[in-house]
């Protein structure tokens, strides 16, 4: 996601920011900028891609030259990447220039009221409204056309602030996004990220919601809502730049579930209205098609088979799934009332983008379901819809795959409303539940310590199944893959019905069988499968829903996860898997963030 920080002091700014921006690059993004104040005005630098692109914009600069910047990373949300969306972004007057992370919800209606007035925008970001804003504000009094215009606000926000005409002074302001202020003496700084401070300074004021901050080099003031100065506590910090990056976790595969909450909120809540789910960017006639194909690879696959199980299920039209490096060379039958839906967290996957072309020759209509904004697939599609994961560091995807899921169903749901092969009670129903989603999912990261014991227990089997029928079995895909790629311990995922056609030959005693219980239309047949183990002396791990009493009787061990519509039961139940995964892993002592052999993002064949 994006990072900000900025400084004041007596040294050059450019340096102090440039450097703080690399310790942001961890966080992933996709364009950076700074800004000083030098000779009463406002000086710029923008790159697209690597911080190193600014840097070596800087240093082909001697003249940008200042004490007092700021800084940013961006991570496009509104507005493809490029120079002119990266932030800084400076008023129309040049008085003012401003980074921002978050979301300003209402920057439609102010820029609409700017434009009125003849203030001209020159980017597509939301962002820009701040600046714009603050200089019409402003009369002469910093504080006081800030503290206007954020009342002006809705939505989530850190900013810092620089002006041509206070030399020397930031302001800063927070709701609902993190922003620190890091005290030096005679200089002082501010980040987004402790990260970006760690090396300059360990003493910090941490900014709560409504505050506003005026750092000089000499003094830091912090003021409520409503003006007033406020004293805030200096606290110490500890922490080395390693351990700062990953908020304090040990991995960033850790630091990503435990994140999953927030992205789905960020993916699921921008897009329910009303109890409606609405997709601005989706301009789609569902009558046009008499087909759905899926296709992704790994994860994104997987989280494509979960798809295919909604869209059937609420649409009542076939939907096949396949991965696209088979699909790619199979000349495919589909023509243009066939809807291809690709699914990347990167957006760069190789065999995934030669799929989507494929697809596209034969005059298939393309919708992508992509994390980075701007990607490859992103472009190539002729809809796109942005899971809103942040960026995921890990290799072994997790919140990208939950949001990927959720995403789906909320196209399911959408596009089942469209064709009206949806009840109202059940579309209200299904918006519902997916609303509750965030909650749940943090509700099944409660299970983390009881995981971590039952990863303790089981982390030397050699070789694991995963089983499930239906929804339950196209988690098991990704409860597998989970742990296979980050623990290299051998682990298959079997459609629990197939298991006695062949693979039963390989459960012996001591073999652990994961099974996921959550699609409880069809749990009694499970648990035949379960018996049919556990007689050949298999352990059992199952997964069921709360309130499901009767596998206590079947499994070994049992975690109950939140009950949630069946068709939504992956998002939920592959948390613990997740976590019993990691902690496999870490049993193992495996390289969890960066397993061998595997690579983030795979753009070669
Ligand atoms: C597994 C994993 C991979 C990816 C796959 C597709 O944890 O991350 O299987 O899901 O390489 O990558 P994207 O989603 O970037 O296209």
């Given at each position: ?213 005026e750092i000089t080099p000499d003094a830091v003031k912090v003021y409520d809502h409503s003006g007033n100065e406020i004293n805030k506590e200096i606290r110490h910090i500890n922490w080395d730049i390693a351990s700062a990056e990953k908020s304090g976790y040990e991995h960033f595969m850790m630091k990503e579930i435990m994140e999953q909450p927030q992205a789905l909120k960020a993916t699921i809540e921008p897009r329910i209205r009303d109890e409606e789910i ?274 206590f009787q079947e499994a070994d061990d049992v975690l109950l996860v939140p009950q949630t519509d069946p068709l939504l039961a992956p998002v939920i139940e592959i948390i613990p898997m997740q976590l019993f995964a990691y902690y496999v892993a870490k049993e193992n002592g495996c390289d969890i963030d960066k397993p061998k052999n595997l690579a983030k993002s795979v753009t070669?064949?």
């Amino acid at each position: 996601m994006c990072g900000i920080t900025g400084y004041t002091g007596v040294n050059q700014a450019g340096p102090i920011l440039l450097e703080g921006l690399k310790r942001l690059e961890y966080r992933g993004y996709d364009s950076a900028g700074i800004a000083v104040q030098g000779d009463n005005e406002i000086k710029m630098l923008k790159a697209t891609g690597k911080v190193s692109h600014l840097v070596d914009k800087f240093e082909a600069e001697p003249d940008f030259k200042g004490v007092c910047g700021i800084g940013h990373t961006r991570w496009a949300t509104h507005g493809i990447p490029s120079d002119t969306n990266a932030h800084p972004h400076l008023s129309a007057d040049g008085k003012f220039a401003v980074v921002h992370n978050g979301i300003i919800e209402n920057f439609a209606e102010i820029r609409a009221e700017l434009q009125k007035y003849g203030i001209e925008f020159k980017s597509e970001t939301d962002t820009e409204v701040i600046v714009q804003l603050l200089a019409y504000n402003y009369k002469g009094n910093f504080k006081k056309a800030l503290m206007k215009t954020i009342s002006r606000l809705n939505g989530s926000y850190a900013i810092g602030v620089i002006s041509a005409e206070h030399p020397g002074t930031i302001f800063a302001a927070k709701l609902s996004s993190p922003l620190l202020i890091g005290v030096g003496i005679g200089e002082n700084y501010f980040a987004s990220d402790i990260t970006a401070l760690v090396s300059n300074t360990k003493d910090v004021i941490d900014m709560d919601d409504g505050e506003v901050a005026e750092i000089t080099p000499d003094a830091v003031k912090v003021y409520d809502h409503s003006g007033n100065e406020i004293n805030k506590e200096i606290r110490h910090i500890n922490w080395d730049i390693a351990s700062a990056e990953k908020s304090g976790y040990e991995h960033f595969m850790m630091k990503e579930i435990m994140e999953q909450p927030q992205a789905l909120k960020a993916t699921i809540e921008p897009r329910i209205r009303d109890e409606e789910i609405v997709f601005e960017e989706l301009d789609l006639d569902m009558k046009k098609f008499n087909r759905v194909h899926i296709t992704a690879c790994g994860s994104a696959y997987h989280a494509g088979c979960v798809g295919r199980g909604i869209i059937e299920s609420l649409c009542r039209i076939p939907v096949e799934a396949e991965v696209a490096s088979e699909l790619r060379y199979r000349d495919p039958i589909m023509d243009d009332k066939t809807l291809v839906i690709v699914i990347s967290q990167s957006g760069e996957t190789a065999d995934t983008i030669a799929a989507m072309k494929e697809c596209k020759e034969k005059g298939a209509t393309v919708l992508a379901i992509v994390n980075v904004v701007g990607s490859s697939i992103a472009k190539l599609a002729d809809y796109c819809l942005y899971t809103w994961a942040g960026p995921e560091i890990a290799v072994a995807t997790t919140k990208g795959y939950t949001t990927q899921v959720a995403l789906l169903a909320m196209f399911a749901v959408w596009a089942a409303g469209q064709l009206k092969t949806i009840s109202h009670g059940a579309y209200a129903s299904m918006v519902i539940d997916i609303m509750r989603l965030p909650e749940r999912a943090q509700r099944a990261l409660d299970l983390n310590s009881r995981v971590k014991k039952l990863a303790e227990k089981y982390y030397d089997n050699q070789s694991l199944f995963f089983i499930g029928r239906n929804m339950d079995y196209a988690a098991a895909l990704e409860g597998s893959l989970k742990l296979k790629e980050i623990s290299y311990l051998h682990s298959e995922a079997y459609a629990a019905g197939e298991l006695k056609h062949g693979t039963i030959a390989l459960i012996e005693p001591g073999r652990l069988v994961v099974a996921l219980c959550c699609y409880e239309k069809l749990f009694e047949k499970t648990v035949s499968n379960i018996q049919q183990v556990k007689a050949r002396g298999a352990r059992v791990l199952a997964v069921a829903h709360e309130g499901n009493r009767s596998i206590f009787q079947e499994a070994d061990d049992v975690l109950l996860v939140p009950q949630t519509d069946p068709l939504l039961a992956p998002v939920i139940e592959i948390i613990p898997m997740q976590l019993f995964a990691y902690y496999v892993a870490k049993e193992n002592g495996c390289d969890i963030d960066k397993p061998k052999n595997l690579a983030k993002s795979v753009t070669v064949e």
